[in-house]
């Protein structure tokens, strides 16, 4: 039966499994989690948790992004740059090991202190994200993904089972860490040896300035959409209360639904876009493809839109309820972040990535401004007005400087009649009563489904010789 499948469904299924099998074992480990782990100690993991978030964007370097540019040539000359990329990776992440061992002390310094150990710990896992990032990237690159579905589904179940066998044991958060990092060490080792097999691992300091001239704005720039996304929770806490600030925070969760279900289709078409970009037919596959990208992120954010409100107010308590009002708009905000990256292609084949720091520099300094002056007088809507206005800037912005250097008929105003369907269906939940809301979604999502493929968004399967095609 998979065998009759296109090959990009497989791949997307591939993906799909693999992230419903982690998240999975995240949430049937929370009831464990939160036994085991004080209140004050699950803070001080959050805390730690976003510390890590950043200092894993500057130990990415942007490698992986570069991989998808330079590894996409053709032939010896793809295999070449590839390992290169991939023994700079290495170098990264030796130098952030190291980084990590120097920086551990500071841990008490913090706001919720930490041990030297914990940062140590915490740096292991950090320092190793661009050794496994870039070797994962290239199995998705060549198609391989069944082989990436296997790998993330045992690096997860192994992060897993070493965290509740430490939380049983009593070793608290440092526990959660050895865990993280113990499963993020065995996994590098693994990625490094299959990726000497398949193109060697090539420690090239004379690839480096170019490589880095690629990789670092991308990084930057990754900091500055960082910025975008989350600076304003430090504003609402200055000028809104804790119930409302809970609200929004639960309102973002359920918001990034969106994300997940469109994360299949992102892990097998920006690997690819650029080598398919310089094949014979490639500028309309790139088109295409980035339409039903399109297609798939208002359709994902319908999903979300409709259901967020209707779990708000039957799963949690009433003080929670008015989160179900921003949920539809922080969609749309993950809407311009998902159209931005789709229709951005001609910036990211730029021999360096300054475009793309320009942008989202850019950007994520309207959003700064926006907090500055709309939070303080209008709360968490004017947090969800500003970080609108900086993705907005940030998807034209994108959208602009790429038609100028790569032109591609993206079909702008179908995108947009497809957009303006999925805006009357998320307003359902906040027109109607909860049991009619729920009964009208399904139909909803069949129409705008329908409507999509009627657009020419979204590929109709037909069977070709007695094999499903996607067309």
Same mark, same amino acid.
């Given at each position: 039966?998979?065998s009759?499948?296109?090959a990009?469904?497989?791949?997307a299924?591939?993906?799909a499994g693999a992230?419903i ?6 949430l049937l ?5 939160t036994a ?5 100690e699950y ?8 510390v ?6 500057v ?13 996409s040539a ?8 590839a390992?290169?990329v ?20 500071l841990?008490a ?6 041990s ?14 661009a050794?496994?990032?870039?070797p ?10 069944a ?11 192994l992060h897993?089972?070493l ?10 958060v440092?526990?959660?860490l050895?865990a ?9 080792l693994?990625l ?18 170019h490589?880095l ?9 990754g ?12 504003f609402l806490a200055?000028?809104?209360?804790a ?9 973002a969760?359920l ?10 289709f992102?892990l ?5 876009r650029i080598?398919l ?7 309309a ?9 399109a ?19 039957w799963a ?7 989160a179900?009002v921003?949920?539809?708009w ?5 809407? !311009?972040?998902s ?5 951005n292609i001609?910036?990211y !084949?730029?021999r360096?990535g300054?475009?793309?720091?320009l942008?989202?520099?850019?950007a994520?300094l ?10 303080a ?10 970080t609108?206005?900086?993705q ?15 032109p591609?008929?993206?079909?702008f105003g ?10 009357l269906?998320?307003?359902?939940p906040q027109?109607l009563?909860p049991i ?6 399904p139909?909803?999502l ?8 009627r ?10 010789g ?6």
């Amino acid at each position: 039966m998979l065998s009759r499948l296109p090959a990009a469904l497989r791949s997307a299924g591939l993906y799909a499994g693999a992230m419903i099998w982690t998240k999975g074992l995240g949430l049937l480990l929370l009831p464990l989690v939160t036994a085991l782990l004080p209140a004050a100690e699950y803070g001080r993991m959050e805390l730690l948790g976003s510390v890590a978030e950043v200092a894993a964007l500057v130990a990415g370097a942007g490698l992986v992004d570069t991989l998808y540019r330079f590894g996409s040539a053709h032939g010896a000359e793809g295999r070449r740059s590839a390992a290169q990329v991939a023994g700079l990776a290495v170098v990264v992440s030796l130098g952030g090991l190291v980084l990590a061992a120097l920086l551990a002390p500071l841990g008490a310094r913090l706001p919720m202190p930490a041990s030297s150990l914990e940062v140590m710990l915490l740096g292991v896992t950090v320092a190793l994200e661009a050794a496994i990032g870039v070797p994962l990237a290239w199995l998705r690159m060549q198609g391989r993904a069944a082989h990436y579905a296997l790998l993330v589904v045992l690096r997860g179940t192994l992060h897993s089972a070493l965290l509740g066998l430490l939380l049983w044991q009593g070793f608290g958060v440092a526990g959660m860490l050895a865990a993280g990092a113990a499963a993020s060490l065995l996994a590098a080792l693994a990625l490094l040896g299959g990726q000497m097999r398949l193109t060697g691992v090539q420690v090239a300091p004379a690839a480096w300035k170019h490589l880095l001239a690629y990789g670092m704005p991308l990084t930057l720039g990754g900091l500055a959409a960082f910025l975008l996304g989350t600076a304003d929770r430090w504003f609402l806490a200055q000028h809104v209360d804790a119930a409302a600030l809970g609200q929004y925070a639960l309102a973002a969760r359920l918001g990034l639904v969106m994300a997940f279900l469109t994360q299949p289709f992102d892990l097998w078409f920006y690997p690819r876009r650029i080598g398919l970009y310089a094949e014979e037919t490639g500028r309309a596959a790139v088109a295409r493809l980035s339409a039903t990208g399109a297609a798939v992120t208002l359709l994902a954010a319908a999903a979300a839109s409709m259901a967020g409100p209707l779990l708000i107010q039957w799963a949690t308590p009433a003080e929670y309820h008015g989160a179900s009002v921003y949920v539809p708009w922080l969609c749309a905000t993950l809407v !311009m972040q998902s159209l931005g990256s789709l229709f951005n292609i001609g910036c990211y !084949m730029q021999r360096t990535g300054r475009q793309s720091l320009l942008v989202n520099g850019g950007a994520g300094l309207v959003a700064l401004a926006g907090y500055i002056l709309l939070v303080a007088p209008y709360g968490v809507a004017g947090a969800v007005l500003a970080t609108l206005l900086g993705q907005a800037v940030r998807l034209v912005w994108f959208a602009w400087l790429s038609q100028r250097s790569a032109p591609l008929e993206y079909g702008f105003g179908r995108v947009a009649l497809l957009a303006v369907a999925v805006a009357l269906a998320a307003a359902l939940p906040q027109l109607l009563p909860p049991i009619p809301a729920l009964l009208a979604a399904p139909p909803a999502l069949l129409a705008l489904a329908l409507l999509a493929a009627r657009l020419k968004l979204l590929p109709m399967p037909r069977r070709v010789g007695g094999r499903l095609a996607l067309g």
